[in-house]
């Protein structure tokens, strides 16, 4: 008797195990495919920067995210917290090594879409205008190029297209010669963490004499 009144409950609680065990494995699928979709939207928005910035915000208050958010948002650059493991992720699908020591504690990715200069100079002149301590620069992207904190300063410093076409367009050699004093010390920079002696470079660009020496901002052509 003791059996038959026994086994009744032996079954629901098995019954009612199976049920917990299918709506774990229910849950577990959904978060999988959130990670999933996660990770291919941060795919994506590798695939469409032409720069990206990592930038640790420890402190950093909601007024001055939103405004920053609100900044980003007119220079048409994105700013997004993401999860580093969601990051390292995308990161292995595309192949790009070199920013793993980057992925630790609360990071913010500042992409850039439009002038490779556009994502570090909105986070670099934020930080010093606002003279921030809670808000740092760690190192990025330049298209496939990893750049360090040094170097992201550097493309941050250099004009952008924008600002070349209307120096050029107001005076070609008063131009020149401002394009070429804001480019010496980023030519060096870029050049040392390309591997390249960046004085020999620099003294390249100095000693030509030709004003259109680089980049010709009106066909788009290296000369």
Do not use: W
């Amino acid at each position: 008797m003791i059996l038959i009144l026994l086994c009744p409950c032996a079954h629901a609680q098995g019954f009612l195990l199976f049920l917990a065990g299918r709506k774990v494995k229910k849950k577990m699928s959904k978060n999988l495919e959130i990670k999933k979709a996660a990770v291919a939207e941060i795919v994506e928005k590798f695939k469409s920067a032409q720069s990206m910035v990592v930038c640790s915000f420890n402190g950093l208050n909601v007024e001055k995210v939103t405004e920053l958010r609100k900044l980003c948002r007119e220079k048409n650059v994105q700013y997004c917290v993401l999860k580093n493991r969601l990051v390292l992720r995308a990161m292995q699908e595309l192949g790009i090594t070199g920013l793993e020591n980057l992925m630790e504690g609360p990071n913010a990715f500042v992409f850039g879409t439009g002038d490779v200069t556009d994502a570090p100079k909105v986070i670099n002149q934020f930080i010093e205008k606002n003279k921030l301590q809670s808000l740092e620069i760690k190192g990025g992207l330049m298209g496939e190029e990893v750049l360090d904190a040094k170097g992201v300063k550097a493309i941050a410093a250099l004009p952008g297209r924008e600002e070349l076409l209307a120096t050029l367009h107001g005076d070609e050699k008063t131009g020149a010669r401002i394009i070429a004093s804001a480019l010496q010390a980023p030519i060096r920079q870029i050049a040392e963490n390309a591997g390249v002696d960046g004085s020999v470079v620099y003294e390249k660009i100095r000693s030509s004499k030709k004003v259109g020496f680089g980049y010709n901002a009106y066909t788009e052509e290296y000369c």
